[in-house]
């Protein structure tokens, strides 16, 4: 660890394993074929599955070297487009579960997520599902997808996942169009018993370039309002590492009345009657938040075998059909840039949370073209 920088605090929990050596998570988008049109879209998902996709084979092959990376193994996310999509999906996760990873799924909720399918996904080994609820009205989620009724069914197949004994995780996309839903699909989140909410903030890529994302001050407000939830589930955010640096800040405390605004107490009246817990101990505790970013402890496969940092930084590193991932996740320059904190710019690079939050690369990369420049949606600004 950099001399400049504070010890890791209990609100962050560091990675088991080196992130220089093996990643903790590895996205895998299957397919990018999808019978969904959601706005914020970062795979700009097509109808029809594309001939240039990894095959079956070369999916082994590329979960043979994902379980090569060794103990702990990384978790793996199938995702899309949708994944369901592929017709060897089953096949895939057997596969994989074989070789010792732990087999995720993240599908669109359309006629193809039916229950005999997610039996037959549990029972080749997939542990954990994730669904996005991007509205608490029908309205706002399936304005977001394009096609009426989604919204009910997302809420059925939540409900059937726990009901097959899979975990589920909630993914929600926070731009201006649902801010003000936020503590309304927090209830439902809680509500489902899902196992974990995560909360993301948009970068302007894809077909999400085209929404309005939160500016700096209404995702400070955010954050906080986040880190107070925690205290009712657990809670992880994609693409806003500086929550990690709230929680440090915070350290179990309230917030600064002087760094939140009035979007957040706003939010936080919402939940007044959730969080008033008297002396009860908190429903979860919130779990410690883990010390990932774009290319140090996570890594993205395309459906053609493409490398990135992320699925929201458009900078390949290299193919899986040229070279293991376990060469690329290691020896690509990019991928080890991302994982010095010291050659980050801007206010990230004189941030003294720089080692535990970094930034959203991907969002630096999409706003200045600098994959190691500022996050702009962070309103701290570090002493100089
Ligand atoms: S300035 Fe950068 S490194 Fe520091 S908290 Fe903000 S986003 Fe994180």
Known sequence: MNPTT??????IRTLRHDPDVQPFI????????????????RADAIHQRSPAELTAAQGRVLLDDLASFGPPHPLVVLTGGDPFERGDLEELVAYGTAQGLHISLSPSV????????LERLRDAGAKAVS????GATAATHDG???IDGVYDDTLDAARMVRELGLRLQVNTTVTQGNLSELPAILRQVIALRAGLWSVFFLVPTGRGAALEALDAHETEDVLHWLHD?????????????????VALQRRGGPAAPEVVGPLYRQLR????????LGDAPARRAARPLLDVNAGKGFVFVDPVGAVYPSGFLPVPVGSVRDRPITELYREAPLLRWLRDPDRLAGRCGRCAFRQVCGGSRSRAYAMSGDPLGEDRTCSYQPAS
Request: aromatic content about 4%.
């Open 229 to 245: 939830a925690s205290r009712l589930l657990a809670i992880k955010t994609t693409e806003a590492p500086h929550y990690r640096r």
């Open 26 to 41: 590895v996205i895998w988008e299957v397919t990018r074929a999808c019978q969904l049109v959601c706005q914020h879209c």
């Open 269 to 276: 009246d919402d939940i007044a009657d959730l969080l008033d």
């Open 131 to 134: 669904l996005s609820l991007d």
């Open 6 to 11: 504070p010890a890791p605090h209990p609100a």
């Open 144 to 146: 977001f997808r394009g």
């Open 110 to 117: 359309t006629p193809r997520l039916t229950r005999s399918t």
